[in-house]
Structure formats: structure tokens, C-alpha cells
């Protein structure tokens, strides 16, 4: 259908191309070769002729294959995006109510996306970023626009896509990642993981663009490329995040990028402070199948409390040796683990929001995007490299999230203090402190009732 190709470059083999294909498809080159490069027109990718060849003179991309080889066997097929819309447009059917500073934020969200501007919503964890975009959203699906909302980890996407069926009425949403059981279709709105939007191309009227300081993208230019690619020469891409990096940063300070800022939580309570226990040879004793003495009777109280929890870990290799420690002291079968390559990982999460589990041993894969409401949070070897201080507080940020348990315990069990673990401290407590200030001179904002 000629639908699959509008704001998209979708591969056709040479030889399955049409002798006349539509008037309406542009057909683009997959490869360029360009002195003794193979340049990637999909990724954007790099690669040495000798590292890119084919039989016969031929050559593909190595870098981006898990999308489908792009090979100079192949073309693209795009068609210009039309926004092919009509009405009845989404509705807008979310009576949830926003706080004085979540609407202003949304108003200037809504503001932003009108203008196509480039705006980062910097917002502490559990602000209600997902709510505050409602409005900008509604007021561009009814002008008839063509909008997606990305993140780099499926979860996100997930979580998101749930939420913006149950919003907007008269609105089928695609929702595109890895390993997703529906087709391809062309939809006003689209869900997808940022990998995704290298399949487009010029498509989108506004991008949003979630946890974009989350790995993948944080740390891949080329999908960042993608993002710009996606969207139209004149779009606009809206960033949230709780803990921007320092591209962000300086696109902000140099005037690229216009920014809000949203210190507090939608119930108005502080983020959890996270509490810090020193575990000596933590991992020592879990191989001897034990847990540690301040790690067990933490876990201990949380279980016969009855008190729903993640238990974060560094590696995915932590997980049998905790699982097992956990059998051998606890004597508890409440529990799973959950790693980025397990085949039951959505299963899993979603098991968890239904409380089918008391809680969830998790790596990293569950730091943001993610709510379990009335959790608290552990995270054993918090001082492992592989943690840094924005993972630390997204990972604390999971605690505290509901408006009836607005609270919730955070601990850090670390072998040794870090200067990461000292930096994510800091950062919550200087953000709490500027929620502290904005309160005393705004007290109408507190929502304690």
C-alpha cells in the first residue's frame, strides 16, 4: 500500500522493484560510496569498503542490521508525508487535573509545539511529564498533524502507549519496537523506541522524545540523527528528562535549546532521601549463598510488611546468586527476575504492576519510564561502576510515586561510598531543596490533602 511509504524509507530489493513503480515514490539510494567509505543513508554509519563488501562489487551498511540490511542491492522507497488525516481527529478525553506548575508547563509545551520550536521539559522524577504533554498533544493531533512519541527503552513505550489510548478517543496508535506481533501502519500518532525512527524519514510534525538521556540514544549519535531525520526540516522535538546530560546543557546555555524546568513531584511531596548501609563483600556472601546481614533484615521487614519493592542489581550474572541467597534466607517464592534479554521481560513487568509479585530483582533495565505505584526502592551495589548518578536517581525516582504513598524508602547498600553515589545524593537533595523554596513562597502548590 502506498501508505507504508509516506515519511518513511522502506527497503526494496532491486530486484523486486516495478518497472513502473508509482509517480508518487521517490526512490533514494541505501548506500553512497564515497572515496573508499560506504556511507549508510538509513544510520547515517561510516564503514570502510573493506569492512562493508559484497560479493561483486556490492556493499552494505554492518552497523545497522538489526533494522534490515541496507545494502546497495536495495533502494528506498519514500513518499513526501501527506498528512492523510481527516476528521473526527483524536479527542482529548483525560479528566485528570494538572497542578498550577504542571499547567504553565504545559501551556509553554503547548506553545512549543504550535511554533515547532526544540524545547527540553527538564522535570524531576514522578512530575507527571506523560500528563503534561496532553494538552500540546491534542491541540496538534486536532490541527491535523503527524506525531510521534519516542523513547530508547521498550518499557517506556509500554508504559506510554497504554496511557495514551486510555487519553485520546478516536485515536489508533502504532506502536513500533523490536519485537512487536502487529504490522506497520500508518497512524497519526506512533509509539516507538528511538531505534525506530531511523525507518522514517521527514515524517513527523512534532517528535517527543522521552528519557532521552537514557542509554541507547544518550550515547549513540546516530540515533540522534535519526531523530532529526524523522522529523520535518521545519518540526519541532520536545526532550524530557529528569537528568539531562551535558549536550542538553550546553544546547540550553548557548540558546539552541529553551527549556522548563519543573522542581516538584504532581502530589508536591519530596523525592524519597535515599538512606545509605555499608554491605562490605556483598558479592562474596551472595556466592556463598547467603544475603548480607543489613540486606536481609531490610528485605525481611519489607516482606512481611507486605511492602511491594524493586531490588535493583549491577550485572545480570547478580541475579541467580541473589535469587538463590534469597531462597536460602527467606525461604520466599514472591519474587522474579528480570533482565533486557529476558523473553519474559514484559510479562514480567506487567505481572508486577498487577501484584502478582510481591517485588521484582531487576538490572538496570527498569531505572525510568516505569510505575509501580506505593514501591520502594533497593539497589544493592549501588556503587558499581555500571551505575552512574543519573541512573542512581532514576532508579530512586521509581519510590514515591503515588499520591496515597508519596513517600517510600530508598537504600543504597554500597561496598564503599562513590563519587557517583555522593553526586546522585547531592542532586536530590539540591533538587528537593529548590522544591522546598518554591513552596515557601508559592504555599498553594503543597498537595498534601
Known sequence: MIEDYFGRRVLVPIVDMPSKPSAKIEILPTIKIVKNVAVCQRCGAKSRLTDAALPKHEYYCPVCLNLGRVDTLSKFYHVAEPNQFSAPYPQLIWQGKLSPLQSEVAETVTASMRQHEKRLIWAVTGAGKTEMMFKGLADRLQAGERIAWASPRVDVCLEIYPRLNKAFQNCKIALL??????????????????????????????????????????????????????????????????????????????????????????????????????????????????????????????????????????????????KTALQNDLATSEFVTVHASDPLRQEKVQAMREQKYLFLVTTSILERGVTFPGIDVMILGADDEVFSASALIQMAGRAGRAKERPTGTVCFFVGAMSQRVREALHQIAYMNQKRARLLAKMPALRSDD
Open 177 to 322: 519496537y523490536g519485537h512487536a506481533k502487529e504490522a506497520y501502519c500508518y497512524r497519526q500518532l506512533t509509539v516507538c523506541t528511538t531505534h525506530q525512527l531511523l525507518r522514517f524519514y521527514h515524517a513527523f510534525d512534532n517528535l517527543i522524545i522521552d528519557e532521552v538521556d537514557a542509554f541507547p540514544f544518550a550515547a549513540n549519535p546516530r540515533l540522534f540523527l535519526a531523530a532529526h531525520n524523522a522529523v520535518k526540516p521545519n518540526g519541532g522535538m520536545i526532550f524530557l528528562t529528569a537528568t539531562p546530560g551535558r549536550e542538553l546543557l550546553n544546547a540550553v546555555s548557548r540558546g539552541r535549546l529553551a527549556v522548563s524546568y519543573l522542581p516538584l513531584r504532581y502530589h508536591g511531596h519530596l523525592l524519597p532521601m535515599p538512606k545509605v548501609s555499608l554491605v562490605i563483600n556483598w558479592r562474596s556472601q551472595l556466592q556463598a549463598g547467603h544475603l548480607p546481614i543489613r540486606v536481609k533484615q531490610m528485605l525481611l521487614h519489607e516482606i512481611k510488611a507486605h511492602q511491594h519493592f524493586l531490588l535493583f542489581v549491577p550485572h545480570v550474572k547478580d541475579l541467580s546468586i541473589v
